[in-house]
């Protein structure tokens, strides 16, 4: 794995930590990451690590063979949704997890 695909699952993992921090403070009121928000994070941080794709940067909406289950992917659903005003607040950062 090259370092620029290293650099690539970090800044994924980051932006799904901010993403994440952000949907717990304004959902569950908690200004750290609650336990539920945590496992998702920890759940979606093993499938980034194990994922087969992350060489040809293919976003897991369009993955041909997901690997969340369906409850997290529900979850993770949730979450993305909530984060649109995230993306509209920081255009580079969706500028990069657009077209990284």
Same mark, same amino acid.
């Given at each position: 794995?090259?370092?620029?695909?290293?650099?690539?699952?970090?800044?994924?993992?980051?932006?799904?930590?901010?993403? !994440?921090? /952000?949907?717990?403070? /304004?959902?569950? %009121?908690?200004?750290?990451?609650? /336990?539920?928000?945590? %496992? !998702?994070? /920890?759940? &979606?941080?093993?499938?980034? $690590?194990?994922?087969?794709? $992350?060489? *040809?940067? *293919?976003?897991?909406?369009?993955?041909?063979?997901?690997?969340?289950?369906?409850?997290?992917? %529900?979850?993770?659903?949730? &979450?993305?949704?909530?984060?649109?005003?995230?993306?509209?607040?920081?255009? !580079?950062?969706?500028?990069?997890?657009?077209? &990284?």
């Amino acid at each position: 794995m090259s370092q620029s695909d290293k650099e690539f699952m970090e800044s994924r993992k980051e932006l799904l930590y901010r993403l !994440l921090s /952000d949907y717990c403070r /304004d959902v569950h %009121g908690s200004e750290e990451l609650c /336990d539920d928000c945590r %496992g !998702l994070l /920890d759940y &979606a941080i093993v499938r980034i $690590n194990r994922c087969p794709n $992350n060489v *040809t940067r *293919t976003p897991c909406s369009r993955c041909p063979c997901p690997c969340y289950s369906e409850e997290m992917r %529900g979850r993770m659903k949730e &979450a993305m949704d909530h984060s649109k005003p995230f993306f509209r607040k920081h255009p !580079l950062i969706r500028f990069r997890y657009k077209f &990284a």
